[in-house]
């Protein structure tokens, strides 16, 4: 089934990473990274489909070798916790073919990433066959026409002119300045430092502690780098992930859709824990009913009435045993509880099929999800031990320092591979954070609890359907066999009265729940448990009411007759 998942990273050298070894983990390649001196080798990992390399028109041909365009990334950044590039994983419908995958990402990165001028790196993987997913891996830092990289961020001085402070870089303040607006710097009054301009402290004869102007604290933005760190951005590339998607799975003739936004957006209010999606829809449409109150409460009202069933027969078997209008209301009375029971057996049943489907659907993404965990867990504690050996080994033994730098770099990729994996999971449940899926799992507990209830429930209620069926064959044979056609008039004149009564029962008891085709297969069922044709009962029916027009028919010239005498009077 196709899903929607888009999972937005930065990778940045504060976190431990390096654009050199993402790429060249996600290409399972080998790349040298020259700002570190390490070499990244993970041509051993599995899974790889495809690799490809997308530039746009200004970038240098020769940055379709991703190790130059990754090294030419990590050269330009100098700082130790600089954001080296932005990196996608999203989810490949599974019902497309390798090709138009392919096709799917190429033209999604070539519209949304190259064209607003990023380089892409992009690589599919599928380690199962049943997980087709894409890394894609941009530049931040905007391009200029001759291919070299712009600012991210540019000084912005805070100058004052009339009291009032504004900010300017240095092209503007070139302008600014003829305008009247000053630069501010830190001078020392008393015991205490302020910014003023030079020319309001030269009067007051002020000493000037700090060469440096007072400015905005993270400087002036790219714009271009702005749009595409705004959350505006990123949700116009998930929106037109989710189109470029659906327009696949249209030209392809599968009828599938994927939604970008929020369940509670999308007006989904019923929960799962998840992330409610058609699983769940398809369980309330059935009428799944998952919570042990709800389930006993049925057996309450089933219990009701079959003890208020039993005294009315009992007090009916008193009165007159062989009475046809009260042998009438007994086997109707009977036949109404057993089309109860057989609806509980029938309602149990679709319950069972719609919770069988939930666990079948939910149990290989848990278990995945647990096995996923636990491997996370050790990659983590990896991590923790690889730290602590690095920094008790000597500085002079820079051998060493390398091969664990190369270890830690190869495990804090594989804890970011393991996070994807994670996150998808996760998703995969239409669930938020590990909290949903604890939740989750609970859940599937409680419905393995919810199937033990009701097969126990359906031995019951299959016990008392016996019971009943026994009952109504001895009821049924207790008149003379004169008196079978009086007996069969009798209950079809009283059978609506118990049919309204039924259903009252069943919406009584089942609440929304309540299907009258189930009605229906339950009637026929009983029916055929008792050994009584339907068509009998309605060609019976048919005869009376025909005989009831033909009686009015015959009367109705007696009057007409009558009325035209008068007249003539």
Known sequence: MAIYHMQAKVVSRGSGRSAVAASAYMSCSRMYNDYDGIQHDYTRKQGLIYQEVMLPPMAPSKWNDREQLWNAVEENEKTKDSRLAREFVVALPVELDKDSNISLLQDFIKKNFVNMGMCADFAIHDTDGHNPHAHILLTVRPLNENGTWQYKTEKEYLCIKDGQEKGFTASEFKTAQKQGWEKQYRYKIGKKKEYLTSSVAQEKGYERIDKHPKS????????????????????????????????????????????????????????????????????????????????????????????????????????????????????????????????????????????????????????????????????VTERKELNVKKEKTSILNPIQHIKLNQQLTTVTEEIEELKS????????????????????????????????????????????????????????????????????????????????????????????????????????????????????FSHRAWELEYQRKQEVRRNQPTRTKKRSHDMEL
């Open 216 to 379: 905005s604290r993270y400087g002036r933005q790219n714009p271009i780098s702005e749009q595409w760190n705004s959350d505006e951005q990123l949700c116009i590339w998930r929106a037109n992930w989710a189109d470029a998607v659906n327009k696949m799975l249209a030209r392809n003739q599968i009828n599938a859709t994927i939604d970008h936004r929020s369940f509670a957006d999308q007006g989904i209010t019923e929960q799962p824990t998840i992330h409610e999606g058609y699983i769940a829809q398809n369980m309330e449409k059935k009428g799944i009913i998952a919570d042990r109150c709800e389930i006993n409460r049925q057996i309450r009202a089933d219990n009701k009435m079959l003890r208020e069933l039993k005294a009315n027969v009992a007090k009916l078997a008193e009165a007159v045993e062989k009475s046809v209008p009260i042998i009438a209301e007994t086997l109707e009375a009977i036949r109404s509880h057993m089309i109860f029971t057989q609806y509980h057996l029938l309602h149990n049943e679709m319950q069972k099929e719609v919770i069988h489907d939930w666990m079948n659907h939910f149990n290989p993404i848990l278990n995945k999800y647990n096995t996923v965990k636990k491997e996370l867990k050790a990659k």
């Open 421 to 536: 994996r994670k996150e998808q999971l996760i998703f995969q449940t239409q669930c938020s954070t590990d909290k949903d899926m604890t939740n989750l799992s609970k859940k599937y507990d409680q419905m393995n609890n919810n199937l033990d209830i009701l097969d126990s429930q359906d031995i019951s209620l299959q016990k008392q359907l016996e019971k009943d069926a026994a009952a109504f064959r001895e009821e049924k044979f207790r008149p003379e066999p004169e008196q079978y056609t009086e007996l069969l008039d009798t209950r079809i004149q009283i059978r609506s009265d118990f049919r309204d009564k039924l259903i009252e029962q069943l919406k009584s008891t089942f609440g929304k729940y309540y299907d009258y085709h189930r009605r229906d297969i339950a009637t026929n069922e009983v029916d055929y448990l008792n050994v009584e044709d339907p068509d009998v």
